[in-house]
Each structure stands twice: as C-alpha cells, then as structure tokens.
C-alpha cells in the first residue's frame, strides 16, 4: 500500500499542482504536438521514480510514464468540447487503474479478486440504487403533484435537482453505514433552510409541498437502503 500512496501522491502533484493551465491549454489546442505532452509525461516518471525511492524502479517507472502519456494522449485526441468532462472522469480512472497494476506488478502481487465477495456486491447495488433508479422512482411517485413552473426566466442549473438528490442519498448511505445518524439530521437541516429560501421566494404553496414530499422521499429511501445494507453487513 505505501507505494500505491507514493504513486497516486506523484500522480497528483503532476497532475494538478505541477501542471499549470497554460500547459493545459496548449496541450488541448497542440494536442501530441505541444511539447508540454511529453514534459508532462516525463515529470511523471521521475516523481514516481524519486517519490518510490528505489533504482528497481526506475523501469517500472517509465512504463508508467509510457502509459501516463498514451492516456493523456487519447483523451486530447477524442475529446470535444461537450464530452470534455466524461473524458477528465475517464482519464482519472485509466490513471488510477494504471497505478494498481504498477504497484501490483512491482511487488509481484496479485490482485484479490476474493474482494468482490458477497457484501460487495450489497454494497455496490445499494450505491447504485441510490443514484439514478432513486431519481426515476421519485420523479414517477410525485408526478402527478408536478406543478406548473410560471418563471420563465427560470436560472437554476441543468439537472442540479436530480444530483442533489442523488448527492444527499448517498451521503446519507455513508452516514448510516459508518454510525453518524447525527449528521442525517444536519444534513436535512442544510437542505431545509436552503429550500426554505426558494420556496419563500416562490410564494407558490403548490411548490413548496413538491419540493417537501420528494425530499422526504429521498430521505425515507436513503435510510431505508442504508440500514438493509448495514443489516446483511
């Protein structure tokens, strides 16, 4: 585990606070042809090299400055504008991947797949029930109170409702699964003083009745699925 953590501390030093914008920037425009690729690439491999400490390394190192750079690579290549962010997200997790196989490779381990036993897959089906399937049962349950929204000029976000729903279930899963039912009830409070103010700026009792049966929905279902999965835990 300590050179899983030396590496994945390389990585973000080189990836965040040793990479300035203008890098960032000439790479995105350049793509492999901007010079700052390859300077990034190589300040991976000798973070990792120096922050593992150890010259058997050093080719364990390039690999993963090879890898690094090819990653980096396609993602400048493939990436549009629209599909900038599933790309960053994608990346991180090629590099995070990259990382594990590294580590597992230099110390000739191997990797347990005994880990996916039973409570993972509970853990896992109960985060994922909690995201998007949550979403589409809650906004099915209260569609028939769904009001009519008379604010043309309406500037909230694009779809900020539904991540906030699926931010709080899944707070709340932790919550529940690491004994904190404290913070549920500050987080509640949070919300509720925050949707106070839009439903006081509303004046619409209609909405403001909307806002509190999907909230104490989504509240009811995090609990719920929290304290199943905390039972067969």
């Known amino acids: 585990m300590i050179i899983f953590a030396k590496l994945l501390l390389a990585h973000l030093l080189g990836d965040f606070?040793?990479?300035?914008?203008?890098w960032v920037s000439d790479k995105e425009t350049k793509k492999h042809r901007s010079k700052y690729l390859y300077i990034h690439t190589l300040l991976h491999g000798i973070l990792a090299w120096l922050f593992v400490g150890e010259i058997a390394f050093g080719w364990f190192a390039l690999a993963?400055?090879?890898a690094h750079g090819f990653i980096d690579f396609l993602k400048l290549k493939f990436q549009k504008k629209k599909t900038k962010r599933n790309w960053f997200i994608a990346d991180q997790m090629l590099h995070l991947i990259?990382?594990?196989l590294i580590t597992s490779l230099y110390k000739n381990l191997?990797?347990?797949?005994?880990?996916?036993?039973?409570?993972f897959w509970i853990l896992i089906t109960g985060i994922l029930f909690l995201t998007k399937p949550t979403s589409i049962i809650i906004k099915n349950i209260i569609s028939i109170w769904t009001p009519e929204s008379n604010n043309k000029n309406d500037n909230s976000l694009e779809n900020a409702g539904n991540y906030i729903g699926i931010l709080e279930r899944l707070f709340i899963f932790c919550f529940i699964l690491t004994g904190h039912f404290e913070a549920i009830g500050f987080l509640l409070a949070a919300k509720s003083i925050f949707r106070f103010g839009d439903s006081k700026e509303a004046k619409d009792r209609k909405l403001t009745e909307y806002v509190l049966?999907?909230?104490?929905?989504?509240?009811?279902?995090?609990?719920?699925?929290g304290?199943?999965?905390?039972?067969f835990f």
């Open 17 to 22: 606070l040793l990479q300035p914008n203008s």
């Open 64 to 66: 993963l400055a090879l």
């Open 98 to 100: 990259t990382i594990v």
């Open 110 to 119: 191997y990797i347990d797949f005994t880990f996916f036993n039973n409570k």
């Open 213 to 225: 049966i999907g909230t104490l929905l989504s509240f009811g279902m995090a609990l719920l699925t």
């Open 227 to 231: 304290l199943l999965v905390q039972y």
